[in-house]
Every structure is written in structure tokens, then in C-alpha cells.
């Protein structure tokens, strides 16, 4: 196990879990309005609807498993200490739900007020949330390259915050805002800052323990992170006019360095010291594949133009890498979460009884076909942008791939209570 552990610092397992069980519904509302609205979502990236399906993978789907990562990750692993967490699940996790719906419905209904409830529900909730956290990334004594990642992505989320709100107060209000590359800016810091840099960072720590790798080496972990904000930094100084050739260079520098994190993660694989090839490695593998695709995707722009690459880019980043990479780590989180606080438990309990171990808490079958599910609804949803009378289906798929995921993880959920009522025979 990894030495640098707190485990006297993990939140109740309420805390993240409320977040996590949240995450896949969010999931199965994507593929629902997938289904509905059929190939109008994967036109354009400007589609009412696609913004709205967009928002339901990374302010719904994605910030929810992120947030809910962040309140276990930062004590344990950084022994940073977050204030009254439990306090602040309750109260940040329904906001958090609450705004995502009102912007994936003021996207779909062009309703000002609802762009307007949406910015203040955000600016509530996940400003608190990145206060807070914020305070414990800043203050833990704990160095390092995930500690400095964890602090570039918080930041990295505040800019994605105010200019989210921006736009939404800009369409509210029909402000003379220039919304898309003000857009191009908020994608760039939500994406590349906040999301992949913060993955990077949980990844330091998690891929040895997990996976049995190497470490990352040194020189990597410290210089991917900055290296990705300098290029999104230069990104944003484009601002407004985004004109070629300059776009094309910055855009491809920054896939350059996301690639460069999922080669140099495919290369530990490589090394590992044992070579079990269980579910969860397989998701992490299949993202990191995603994030070489899409370097090889990117360049296709320079040759041939056309909207719907730009979209192909978009599932590629959003179903192949993020969605794959947080279901591979939510099957290793959550386990290792259960079997933290029941090792804990036990020790109350003055049992000599040892908790069961992670691989006891659901049986791997289940998590390889979910990953066969979900190999399979990334194939038709890149094949659906080519070929419009797949987009229905792929919704379909989409669908069955969360809801079998959320079956997944409540069963984990119920698992720990199960192994905890049965401490007291034991004892
Ligand atoms: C939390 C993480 C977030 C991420 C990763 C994210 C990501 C993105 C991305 C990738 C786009 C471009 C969509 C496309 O090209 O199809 C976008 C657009 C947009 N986002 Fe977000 N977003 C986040 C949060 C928010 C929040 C909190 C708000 C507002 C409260 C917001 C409001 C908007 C708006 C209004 C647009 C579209 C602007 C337009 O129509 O020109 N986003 N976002």
C-alpha cells in the first residue's frame, strides 16, 4: 500500500458516496437526450442540444465523480483537511445537481431566467466547494507533484466557474459578448486546466498503487501540469480573435501535451511489476488510447475541414478518455473506500475478523461486461457522427452503459453496509 497514506483523515463514507452514486444519472440523461434527439446533437458543436449534452458529461456526470473524489483524495492522501466535510457535501451536492439541470434546461429551452438560475446555483455551490478545498490544497504541509496538480486544476476550475457564468449572464442578457471564443476559452480551462490536470494528478498516486507501475518520474509529473496551463494560458491570451495558423498550433500543442501524459502512462503499464489486467486497468487503458487518438485526430483539421471533426474530437475526449478513465477509477475508488472504513470499523469493534478484501466487494465479471458495454457504445457513438442513423442507437447504448454502471456502483454502495452488519456475529 502506498506509505503516504491518512487514513485517519477520510471523510465519512457518505461524503463521496452521494457524489459518486449521483454521477452515472447524469450519464443516462445524455444517452436519453441522445435517443431523443437523434443525429441534431452531433452536427455541430453549437447545437443547443449538443451544449446541453455536453454540459450533462462534464458539469453533471464528470464534476460530480471529480468533486466527490476531491473531499476523499485531499485528506488521504495529501493530509489536507477539509472543513466539516460532511457540512459541505450536503449542501454543494444538491447544488451542484440542481444547477446542472437548470443549465442543461435553459440550453434546451433558451430561456434567459434559466441561464440566470443556472450561473447563481453554480456560483454557490462550486464556489464554495472550490473555497473550501481550495483552503485545504493550499494550507496541507504535504509537497509534491499531485499536491501542485491538485492546486493548478482548483484554480484551472475557478476560471472555468467565471467564465461559465459569464456566458451564461451573456445569454441571458443578449450581452455583445464574442460567446465563441469566449466559449473556446471556458472549453480550454474546463477540459485541459481543470479536468486532465487534475486526472494527471490523482494518477500520480493512484496508477503505482493500483496498477503496480513505476512512478511517474519526476521530471513528468512536475512539468506535464504547467506545461498544459502555459499552453491553455497562451490560449486564452489569443482572446477574441482566434485566427489561423496560430489556433491550429496552440490547439494541437495542448493535445501534444495531453497525449504526452496518456504515452508516458501506457509506457508505466508496460513496466508493471504484475501484470493482472483487471477491469479498472482496462478503462484507464482505453482512455489513455482515447487521449492518442485524439492527437492523431486533431491533425485531420489541417488537412480537411469539417464540423463534425470537431465533434468527433469532442466524443472522442469526452466518452473515450474522461467517461473511461473515472468508471475505471470509481471501480477501484469505491472499493478501496469500503474496505478503508470497514478495516476502521472493525478496529471499533475490538473484532479480530479481518474486512474482506477489495476484490470481494463486486464480483469482476460484472465490471468486464459494463466495460464491453461501454467499448462498444464509444464505438457507435464515434461511428454516429459519420453515420447520422447510428445517433439514436448510440443514445440507446449510452443509456444501458450508465444505468449498468449506477447498478455497479450501488451494489459496492450496498456491500459495505452488508459487511458491516455483519461484524457483530463476528465479534
Ligand atoms: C465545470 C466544468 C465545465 C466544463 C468542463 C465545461 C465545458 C464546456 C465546453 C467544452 C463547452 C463548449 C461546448 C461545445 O463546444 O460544444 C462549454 C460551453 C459553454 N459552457 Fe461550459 N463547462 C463547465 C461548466 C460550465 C458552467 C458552470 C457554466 C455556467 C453556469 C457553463 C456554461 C457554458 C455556456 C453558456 C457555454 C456555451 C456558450 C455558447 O453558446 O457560446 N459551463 N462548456
Redesign the pocket.
Known amino acids: 500500500m502506498h506509505p503516504n497514506l491518512s487514513f485517519e483523515q477520510a471523510p465519512p463514507i457518505s461524503v463521496p458516496y452521494r457524489f459518486f452514486l449521483t454521477a452515472p444519472w447524469f450519464g443516462i440523461a445524455a444517452g436519453l437526450l441522445l435517443l431523443v434527439q437523434g443525429d441534431a446533437l452531433l452536427v455541430s ?2 447545437a443547443p442540444g ?2 446541453a449534452l ?2 450533462l458529461v ?2 453533471g456526470f464528470m ?1 460530480q465523480a471529480m468533486c466527490g473524489a476531491l473531499l476523499q483524495f485531499i485528506p488521504v492522501a495529501t493530509g489536507g483537511n477539509i472543513w466539516r466535510p460532511h457540512w459541505l457535501a450536503a449542501l454543494v451536492h444538491p447544488l451542484l445537481m440542481v444547477a446542472a439541470g437548470l ?1 442543461v434546461a435553459a440550453f434546451l429551452a433558451q430561456r434567459p431566467g434559466l441561464f440566470m438560475a ?2 447563481y446555483t ?1 456560483a454557490l455551490g ?1 464556489g464554495f466547494f472550490i473555497v473550501v478545498v481550495s483552503l485545504a490544497v493550499w494550507r496541507t504541509p504535504a509537497q509534491g507533484a499531485t499536491v501542485i496538480a491538485l492546486r493548478i486544476a482548483i484554480a484551472a ?1 475557478l476560471v ?2 467565471a467564465t ?2 459569464t ?2 449572464t451573456g ?1 441571458a442578457k443578449g450581452l455583445l459578448l464574442p ?2 471564443p469566449l ?1 473556446d476559452v ?2 480550454a480551462w ?2 485541459g486546466g ?2 486532465l490536470i487534475l486526472l494527471a494528478g490523482v494518477s500520480y498516486f493512484v496508477v503505482p498503487m493500483f496498477q503496480l507501475t513505476p512512478a511517474y518520474p519526476a521530471w513528468f509529473s512536475r512539468g506535464m501540469p504547467w506545461a498544459l496551463v502555459a499552453v491553455v494560458g497562451i490560449w486564452s491570451a489569443l482572446f477574441p480573435d482566434f485566427s489561423e495558423p496560430l489556433r491550429s498550433i496552440v490547439l494541437l500543442s495542448g493535445v501534444a501535451v495531453a497525449a504526452s501524459y496518456g504515452a508516458m502512462t501506457l509506457h508505466l503499464h508496460a513496466r508493471r511489476r504484475r501484470k493482472v489486467s483487471d477491469t479498472s486497468f482496462l478503462f484507464f487503458r482505453l482512455a489513455m488510447l482515447s487521449l492518442l487518438l485524439l492527437l492523431l485526430s486533431a491533425l485531420i483539421p489541417l488537412f480537411w475541414e469539417d464540423e463534425r471533426i470537431t465533434v468527433w474530437l ?1 466524443v472522442l475526449a469526452l466518452f473515450g478518455v474522461f467517461f473511461s478513465v473515472i468508471n475505471g477509477m470509481l471501480y477501484k475508488i469505491m472499493p478501496f473506500i469500503n474496505w478503508l472504513q470497514l478495516q476502521r470499523y472493525y478496529g471499533t469493534r475490538g473484532t479480530q475478523v479481518l474486512p474482506p478484501n477489495m476484490n470481494q466487494m463486486l464480483p469482476e465479471s460484472r465490471m468486464r461486461i459494463q466495460f464491453h458495454v461501454h467499448l462498444a457504445t464509444l464505438g457507435v457513438l464515434l461511428l454516429a457522427v459519420w453515420v447520422p442513423v447510428l445517433a439514436r442507437p448510440a443514445g440507446l447504448m449510452l443509456m444501458l452503459d450508465c444505468g449498468w454502471l449506477a447498478f455497479n456502483l450501488l451494489q459496492i454502495g450496498l456491500a459495505y453496509r452488508h459487511f458491516k452488519d455483519r461484524v457483530p456475529e463476528a465479534a
Open positions: 458543436r453549437w449538443t451544449l455536453v454540459h462534464v458539469a464534476l443549465l443556472a450561473g453554480f462550486l476550475l472555468t466557474l461559465g457564468v456566458l451564461a445569454l460567446l465563441p466559449a471556458h472549453a474546463g477540459l481543470w479536468a469532442g
